[in-house]
């Protein structure tokens, strides 16, 4: 099912986890891995240049911006190279480039040759103008790359039982053919949390999953919780049973979300467990 996994990467703690991740889906299922490393361009535009100089007390020079730009080109090697070295020492011969570009851009462009794409959770923090790989980037890779994204967290664990949050929506119903194939390969328990204070809404939910399950020749036990979504769902993270969640992302429309947040964006940033988004 996993012939290619992407793994963009920047070298930070949550990067290398988002590695152990994927070395550990390339060695359960064969998959080869593709690291990558994108120098933000936007580092590189006078705005933020003059931003970086200002707040370190220096002129504006051409010499500060080939110097920045010597610095980027040096870190990414590194990190490039100590991506290949822990992929080689798990006996896996990765392919792992470096690209200068819009960070989410260059993502989703190589993602087009690629299965699955891992995330991290966190990444490495901009002086001025915050951006990590979690909020628009990791939404953005979500919504325009068309392949599941896995957000991972700051430390590794095995998994060995996998649950799906649903709702009946068709990002919900893809991400449900998914996981209950996945788990079903991996031989990993599996459960469909519903989440629902409407006692009917849940009942027809769990027909509509039930039915979903039989299709796919798959058996899972399904949960009822009341309350809200995005609380519900870390509370359930928390008590430990499963090490990976997956879910349809971003299910609401935009107006909700901005009203009401984005229960995707609450879970990936809370979650101590993998979380895996399919659109």
């Not at 040096?74 to 798990?90: D, G, I, L, Y």
Request: aromatic share 6%; hydrophobic share 40%; net charge neutral.
């Amino acid at each position: 099912m996993i012939k290619k996994i992407l793994i963009p990467t920047d070298g930070s703690e949550y990067g290398r986890s988002a590695l152990e991740y994927g070395i550990y889906f390339s060695e359960k299922t064969g998959a080869d891995i593709q690291g990558l490393h994108v120098i933000d361009i936007r580092l590189l535009q006078p705005p933020m240049i003059s931003d970086i100089s200002g707040t370190m007390g220096l002129p504006l020079y051409q010499e500060f911006s080939d110097s920045l730009e010597h610095d980027l080109d040096e870190k990414a090697e590194n990190v490039v190279h100590t991506f290949r070295e822990r992929c080689q020492a798990a006996g896996l011969t990765p392919k792992v480039i470096k690209i200068t570009g819009i960070v989410e851009e260059r993502i989703i462009e190589e993602a087009k040759t690629a299965d699955w794409i891992i995330m991290a959770q966190r990444g490495e923090r901009v002086r001025r103008g915050e951006r990590t790989f979690l909020g628009s980037i990791t939404e953005s890779v979500v919504n325009l790359s068309g392949k599941p994204v896995m957000v991972t967290p700051a430390e590794f664990h095995p998994i060995k039982k996998m649950a799906l949050a649903y709702d009946g929506s068709p990002s919900s119903e893809k991400a449900l053919k998914l996981s209950a194939t996945l788990a079903s390969e991996m031989n990993w328990s599996f459960q469909i949390i519903i989440i629902s204070d409407d006692r009917q809404d849940a009942v027809e939910l769990g027909k509509k999953a039930t039915t979903s399950l039989a299709s796919l020749g798959v058996t899972g036990e399904i949960s009822v919780l009341p309350g809200r979504e995005n609380k519900q769902l870390i509370n359930f993270i928390q008590k430990g049973a499963v090490q990976l969640m997956a879910m349809g992302a971003y299910g609401h429309n935009k107006l909700r979300r901005l009203l009401m947040g984005s229960t995707t964006s609450y879970v990936i940033r809370n979650s101590t467990i993998p979380i895996l988004l399919t659109r």
